[in-house]
C-alpha cells in the first residue's frame, strides 16, 4: 500500500496495490467504466454509457466524491440469471452503478455492495496511477 502524502488531504490516501479503474468503449461508442481490485476480479461497474472518456473518469470521481449520497441496494434478479445484485442511484433515482456478477447469497452480495462503498471513499481523490 501506498502511505499517505499528508494525513488531511484526501490526494494521495492508500489504494489497495493493483486496484484500478478500467474505461471501456461498448459497441455503440459510449464509455463506461469497471473497478477492478487486485486480484482481477471486477468489483463494480457504470450503468450508464458516457459519450467520452473524460465525461466517464468524471462521473467515477464524482461518485468517489458524494458516494455517501447515493442510495443503494441488494435486490434478487431473474433478468441476470439467478442470483442477487446491487446496485446505487444517484439522488435522481438514476442508476449509476451495479455488481458486475450475480452472487448466490444475499449476504454476500451485501457485503459486496458495503465493501464497493467502502472503496469509493478510499478511492476520493487518488492520482493518475489509478486510471488504466
Keep these: 500500500m501506498r502511505q499517505p502524502a499528508d494525513e488531511g488531504s484526501r490526494v494521495g490516501r492508500p489504494v489497495?496495490?493493483?486496484?484500478?479503474?478500467?474505461?471501456d468503449i461498448d459497441v455503440d461508442g459510449g464509455f463506461g467504466w469497471r473497478l477492478i481490485a487486485q486480484n482481477g476480479?471486477?468489483?463494480?461497474?457504470?450503468?450508464?454509457?458516457y459519450d467520452d472518456?473524460?465525461?466517464?473518469?468524471?462521473?467515477f470521481e464524482k461518485l468517489c466524491?458524494?458516494?455517501?449520497?447515493?442510495a443503494g441496494g441488494v435486490h434478487h434478479s431473474a433478468e441476470v440469471?439467478?442470483?442477487?445484485?446491487?446496485?446505487?442511484?444517484?439522488?435522481?433515482?438514476?442508476?449509476?452503478?451495479?455488481?458486475?456478477?450475480t452472487y448466490e447469497r444475499h449476504?454476500?452480495?451485501?457485503?459486496?455492495?458495503?465493501?464497493?462503498?467502502q472503496l469509493l471513499g478510499e478511492l476520493d481523490g487518488v492520482g493518475p496511477e489509478f486510471w488504466a
Design 65 to 70: 466524491a458524494d458516494q455517501s449520497g447515493v
Design 16 to 23: 489497495e496495490t493493483g486496484m484500478r479503474c478500467q474505461i
Design 53 to 59: 472518456y473524460g465525461e466517464c473518469r468524471t462521473a
Design 81 to 101: 440469471g439467478s442470483g442477487w445484485v446491487w446496485q446505487l442511484r444517484a439522488r435522481d433515482g438514476t442508476r449509476v452503478a451495479a455488481s458486475a456478477r
Design 41 to 49: 476480479r471486477v468489483v463494480g461497474i457504470s450503468t450508464l454509457p
Design 107 to 117: 449476504s454476500t452480495c451485501r457485503a459486496a455492495l458495503d465493501r464497493f462503498r
